[in-house]
């Protein structure tokens, strides 16, 4: 619970400050219109404050699940259909607890001699539910649409940084590749694995150093491709001694996928990794369906004196997947004395 709290304080207090501006203005509205003995009487009476605290706490309640747990998935993830049996569910169990509110806590009555007063408080109650289901929807796809906006501007914000430090540190790429391929047609006939390891070294490269458009993401299959490339060049360093198991599950390949995302967690494998432990194998697993892309990496943490790493490319990762998917992505990182592992899940 205080978790919970933690994590969505501020907005329960949002729609508490604003459902609370809205009720005083709408009560202040009421006394100018009807008078004030005829609008505390509606209210209550003596009991005014009181339901004046439970009607703000109720709204609170009601439109944050309403927007923050039901329809701002929903809407993300485009499950309509999730969306319309939620909010169907959610607006049953609203007016049992406004029946039970109206008839036997706040002005208990005899219902059999008040058919008149059911049937007015239904059709109000439905006419209520749809206002607010109105406003709900409205609010959300405002800040879907100012969270993206924000997004779009922070990831064009990050593409600028990135392109000023390439220009920055960059080495010419036509000297870098002319230079690899200069190497590897003069080990191709005596070094034939050196040669592999620098042809597989300058496909990296260049797919890293492409323009892959403002959002930076790739073909799911390009990224494979690429994580097999980094596998297999590993192995030439080590001469074939890593003890690796890498298992794919790819149904839905029709995907883009942030580029060298998951290209950087196996290099930080390669870099923090034991992987010479046959008990122990790198452990990597990619699971790709319609709604989802799960990848999974776990290995045996290398002991000793470990290479200085700043964890900027971890931190890359993190920012880009938030970024991009926000809510709609998970990337867990778990750890103790002896391993380490990464799980990224994408909801499509």
Same mark, same amino acid.
């Given at each position: 619970m205080k978790l919970f709290i933690k994590q969505n304080w501020k907005k329960i207090l949002m729609i508490g400050v604003l459902y609370t501006c809205w009720s005083m203005i709408a009560f202040l509205f009421l006394v100018a219109l009807q008078g004030r003995t005829l609008t505390l009487e509606q209210f209550g009476g003596k009991n005014i404050f009181w339901n004046f605290a439970h009607s703000i706490l109720k709204g609170?309640?009601?439109?944050?699940?309403?927007?923050?747990?039901?329809?701002?998935?929903?809407l993300e993830r485009k499950d309509w259909k999730k969306l319309g049996w939620q909010t169907a569910l959610f607006f049953? $169990?609203?007016?049992? *607890?406004? *029946?039970?509110?109206?008839f036997h806590i706040d002005t208990p009555i005899v219902l059999d001699q008040h058919h008149t007063t059911v049937r007015t408080f239904v059709l109000s109650i439905i006419m209520l539910d749809v206002l607010i289901l109105l406003v709900?929807?409205?609010?959300?796809?405002?800040?879907?649409?100012?969270?993206?906006?924000?997004?779009?501007?922070?990831?064009?914000?990050?593409?600028?940084k990135a392109e000023l430090a390439a220009v920055k540190y960059q080495i010419n790429p036509h000297f870098l590749f002319n230079s690899l391929s200069f190497i590897y047609t003069k080990t191709y006939r005596t070094q034939p694995e050196a040669a592999e390891a620098v042809q597989l070294l300058s496909e990296i490269m260049s797919y890293a150093l492409e323009d892959w458009g403002e959002l930076g993401t790739v073909p799911l299959m390009s990224e494979v491709a690429q994580m097999q490339k980094v596998i297999a060049?590993?192995?030439?360093?080590?001469?074939?001694q890593l003890a690796i198991q890498y298992h794919e599950e790819i149904g839905f390949k029709e995907v883009q996928v942030p580029i060298l995302v998951f290209v950087?967690?196996?290099?930080?494998?390669?870099?923090?990794?034991d992987l010479t432990d046959a008990q122990n194998k790198l452990n990597i697993e990619l699971k790709v369906?319609?709604?989802?892309?799960?990848?999974?990496?776990?290995?045996?943490?290398?002991?000793?004196i470990k290479e200085p790493s700043k964890g900027i490319g971890l931190?890359? $990762?993190?920012?880009?997947?938030d970024l991009m998917?926000?809510?709609?992505?998970?990337?867990t990182i778990k750890e103790d004395e002896q391993f380490y592992s990464n799980e990224i899940t994408i909801n499509l």
């Open positions: 609170t309640v009601v439109y944050y699940l309403l927007i923050f747990r039901i329809i701002i998935p929903s049953i $169990v609203l007016t049992l *607890y406004e *029946y039970i509110w109206a709900s929807i409205f609010a959300a796809v405002l800040m879907i649409s100012n969270e993206m906006s924000q997004r779009k501007a922070e990831l064009e914000k990050q593409k600028l060049m590993n192995q030439i360093r080590f001469n074939h950087t967690l196996i290099e930080n494998a390669f870099k923090h990794g369906t319609e709604s989802q892309v799960h990848f999974l990496l776990q290995n045996k943490k290398k002991k000793g931190s890359n $990762v993190k920012k880009r997947l998917y926000g809510s709609r992505h998970s990337f």
